[in-house]
């Protein structure tokens, strides 16, 4: 940087920093006493800088020595605690090959405790009789925490309480009991029932069977009852006194058949599955049935006519057998030819009285097990179908397949069944009534031909 340059600079910083001056005339001279002004103050300055600097300096070691000095406490005592931790240990270890030696044959008894209280508790907890006495499984959880312990030892109250508890179990498995518990509804609501136990059974509350419910630890009512015939006794338990004797259905299984039943479909159930096939061979066979019945009535009350017409040479034409009668008593002139005739013309338009509708019985009992056969072979079309989309994988979804399509063949004999033998019934019941006017009409011919046989005689 030339002279002439370093002269416009200090100018400039002149005029920046005294702008109160800057109207003056400026001459090398002053511009030089000015210059020295400014290093002067600039020398100020920075002395006071590195003087609060030093000071900063000697504080900042101070803190140093200070960290130093501290750290190194720290680490002293460091070694300490640690040589006192790898003391302990050793104390503890050896106090615990003590504990050992000493309980000896003792920690295979807390052992055998153990197990005997986790398997105690796991029937408590599936146990109805937790339902009248709730609460017992804390006891034998924190039994269970002490003999698995290294540092806590069961005590003798605690053995006598599992005693205790195992003997409560077995003596409350052998009682009928009634008590008030909290019972979760099929609609979800908890409500609280009086409650009857039968041993570690059942449990029974306004003649419904309840299921003892280990998860939520709540009787709970089934959602869907076995039935009346299950459901009766159990009302009758609830009702019974203290000595009455009343039959009651035990379930082995603590619910799980009670349940199986509740599932299993009903007479409703099962002609529902029969779909509209099997409702048409319902209503079938209940118009077979209701015409075999009405059958079977005119023919019995015919029947009743016709014998009491048998004990009467008067004809009444109320029945069949006195219409005959009538028209012999009509044509009683006539030849053994034209009466027989006559009676035969009769007898004729007696029989489809006497037969009405017993072939329609007949063609019921054919057609409902052929209905049936082809509900079962549609059926058994729809699930090859799912197992096609879904394949074998659940033998649950075919077998119920299966039993929905079997449903409507069922179906299809239980109407059979009873028109087949209502169809005979009636069918021999009118062939009875045929055969008594074709014997009386065959008496009738030999009598009219026995007096023909007479008169041609005395004419002769």
């Known amino acids: 940087m030339n002279f002439k340059a370093l002269l416009v600079a200090a100018a400039v910083t002149f005029n920046l920093s005294m702008p109160a001056i800057a109207a003056e005339p400026v001459t090398v001279d002053s511009l030089l006493d000015l210059v020295k002004q400014g290093q002067a103050r600039d020398d100020k300055d920075f002395k006071q800088r590195m003087a609060r600097f030093n000071a900063s300096k000697q504080e900042q070691e101070k803190l140093v020595n200070e960290a130093v000095a501290e750290r190194t406490r720290l680490e002293q005592l460091s070694a300490q605690k640690e040589k006192q931790f790898q003391l302990n240990e050793t104390a503890v270890n050896e106090a615990q090959d003590r504990l050992t030696e000493r309980m000896g044959s003792l920690k295979e008894l807390f052992g055998v405790l153990q197990q005997v209280a986790g398997d105690t508790k796991g029937v408590f ?77 059942n449990a029974v509350a306004n003649g419904n069977y309840l299921n003892w419910d280990m998860e939520a630890g709540h009787l709970v009512e089934l959602d869907k009852q076995p039935g009346g015939r299950y459901n009766g006794p159990a009302a009758d338990l609830e009702n019974a006194s203290g000595t009455e004797l009343t039959g009651f259905w035990i379930d082995p299984s603590r619910g799980q058949l009670l349940k199986i039943l509740g599932q299993s479909p009903e007479l409703t159930d099962r002609v529902d599955q029969g779909g509209a096939v099997g409702y048409v061979i ?123 399509a079997l449903v409507t063949t069922v179906q299809g004999l239980v109407a059979a ?44």
């Not at 066979?285 to 040479?313: C, Y």
């Not at 989309?389 to 299966?402: E, V």
């Open 125 to 201: 907890e599936g146990s109805v009789i937790s339902s009248e006495i709730p609460g017992r499984e804390e006891f034998l959880t924190d039994l269970i925490k002490t003999a698995g312990s290294s540092s806590k030892l069961p005590s003798i109250d605690d053995l006598e309480q599992l005693w205790f508890e195992m003997q409560r179990e077995m003596t409350y498995s052998g009682r009928v009991s009634t008590y008030t518990a909290d019972v979760i509804l099929p609609s979800g609501d908890t409500t609280s029932e009086k409650v009857v136990r039968v041993g570690g059974f």
């Open 282 to 404: 319902m209503l079938l066979g209940a118009i077979g049935i209701l015409l075999a019945v009405w059958r079977w009535v005119v023919l019995i009350v015919e029947g009743r006519k016709i014998r009491a017409q048998m004990d009467s040479d008067v004809p009444n034409e109320n029945n069949a057998l006195g219409r005959v009668m009538a028209v012999f008593t009509a044509n009683k002139d006539a030849d053994t030819e034209t009466l027989e005739l006559h009676l035969g013309e009769a007898i004729a338009a007696e029989i489809p009285r006497l037969t009405r509708a017993i072939g329609w019985i007949k063609i019921i009992s054919v057609v409902a097990p052929l209905l049936g056969l082809l509900g079962t072979v549609t059926g058994m079309i729809d699930v090859f179908e799912t197992m096609s989309l879904f394949g074998t994988g659940d033998p649950k979804l075919m077998a119920g397949g299966i039993s929905q």
């Open 417 to 460: 069944i009873p028109c087949v033998f209502l169809h005979t019934l009636t069918n021999n019941r009118s062939r009875e009534l045929m055969m008594i006017l074709e014997e009386r009409a065959t008496g009738i011919l030999a009598r009219q031909s026995e007096q023909l046989a007479q008169s041609t005689s005395k004419a002769a």
